[in-house]
């Protein structure tokens, strides 16, 4: 009876896992089934490189889509990932028990509020701020509406991200690695960023990668803050569009060769996701090497 109960579960998590495999698989073949064929009909060089999208015109052209894309990500990496990583420290380290059950919760409060919250607090708060900014200095933007603010509210959202992971990972390292440290007479500081930063490295990295993940993915508090011109960026304090926020709005009454583009544009965001992951795992299977 036991062993019948033993194969049982395991065919459950045999299932399981099939179940996910497939669903992998099922996206992929739907996006490249549908979007490849767009690519082919537009040209791989004028949909990736065209700077111009309009679809009453037949013309597609994603180029400022990846810029806005890889600039709001960039910008949401800047802010973000020191953040996150001296949160993290200060958590793992330095922050009295009594705090910390507080900050704890704050942090893993940030994971579930809806990235419409996010939008809309950064629409009354983040846009007016860099609105304000713009005005007093004479800069041109286009009112608050811009590359800036889309990173500050993705930085802020990728917060719970890359402190859940990496404080995890530094609580994870051996104890005798930061005592024989301060035994051998390095300070507090030094030994965190010399000696447990490092040894928990692989997952500060995958925290990082999980929070570029959400950033390059997120739509509805980009759509809301970042102006949404499908023009080349100009600046971060004017408007662009990304290719999660082209999608969604156009999606809705796209048809025909404007549906398949917007797909096309899928695939491509697809692929950017399947590269970070990959160029992650090379490095961490060299650091593990080394």
């Given at each position: 009876?036991?062993?019948?109960?033993?194969?049982?579960?395991?065919?459950?998590?045999?299932?399981?896992?099939?179940?996910?495999?497939?669903?992998?698989?099922?996206?992929?073949?739907?996006?490249?089934?549908?979007?490849?064929?767009?690519?082919?009909?537009?040209?791989?060089?004028?949909?990736?490189?065209?700077?111009?999208?309009?679809?009453?015109?037949?013309?597609?052209?994603?180029?400022?889509?990846?810029?806005?894309?890889?600039?709001?990500?960039?910008?949401?990496?800047?802010?973000?990932?020191?953040?996150?990583?001296?949160?993290?420290?200060?958590?793992?380290?330095?922050?009295?028990?009594?705090i910390y059950p507080v900050l704890k919760s704050a942090t893993e409060l940030l994971a579930g509020i809806p990235s419409v919250v996010y939008g809309f607090f950064g629409l009354v708060v983040i846009v007016p701020l860099v609105r304000d900014y713009i005005n007093t200095h004479g800069i041109r933007g286009n009112g608050g509406n811009s590359m800036l603010a889309a990173s500050i509210i993705l930085g802020i959202m990728i917060?719970?991200?890359?402190?859940?992971?990496?404080?995890?990972?530094?609580?994870?390292?051996?104890?005798?690695?930061?005592?024989?440290?301060?035994?051998?007479?390095?300070?507090?500081?030094?030994?965190?960023?010399?000696?447990?930063?490092?040894?928990?490295?692989?997952?500060?990295?995958?925290?990082?990668?999980?929070?570029?993940?959400?950033?390059?993915?997120?739509?509805?508090?980009?759509?809301?803050?970042?102006?949404?011109?499908?023009?080349?960026?100009?600046?971060?304090?004017?408007?662009?569009?990304?290719?999660?926020?082209?999608?969604?709005?156009?999606?809705?009454?796209?048809?025909?060769?404007?549906?398949?583009?917007?797909?096309?544009?899928?695939?491509?965001?697809?692929?950017?996701?399947?590269?970070?992951?990959?160029?992650?795992?090379?490095?961490?299977?060299?650091?593990?090497?080394?």
């Open positions: 009876m036991k062993n019948w109960k033993e194969k049982g579960m395991q065919g459950v998590f045999l299932l399981a896992a099939c179940a996910s495999i497939l669903a992998v698989a099922l996206i992929c073949i739907f996006l490249f089934a549908n979007g490849i064929p767009a690519m082919k009909e537009i040209g791989f060089l004028d949909f990736l490189t065209g700077q111009t999208w309009r679809p009453g015109n037949n013309i597609y052209g994603i180029l400022p889509f990846i810029l806005g894309s890889i600039y709001v990500t960039a910008g949401a990496i800047i802010i973000g990932v020191p953040i996150g990583i001296f949160t993290s420290v200060f958590m793992a380290h330095y922050c009295p028990k009594k917060l719970p991200t890359i402190i859940g992971v990496t404080e995890s990972n530094m609580r994870s390292v051996p104890e005798q690695y930061y005592e024989g440290s301060l035994a051998l007479g390095a300070t507090k500081e030094r030994t965190i960023f010399r000696i447990v930063i490092p040894a928990a490295k692989s997952g500060v990295i995958a925290g990082v990668v999980l929070g570029i993940g959400r950033a390059i993915g997120e739509t509805m508090a980009v759509i809301m803050v970042a102006g949404n011109q499908p023009q080349m960026p100009q600046g971060i304090f004017r408007g662009l569009r990304t290719m999660t926020t082209n999608i969604v709005m156009e999606m809705g009454y796209a048809a025909d060769l404007h549906r398949e583009a917007l797909i096309a544009t899928a695939v491509v965001l697809f692929v950017f996701i399947l590269i970070i992951n990959l160029c992650v795992s090379l490095l961490n299977r060299r650091n593990d090497n080394d």
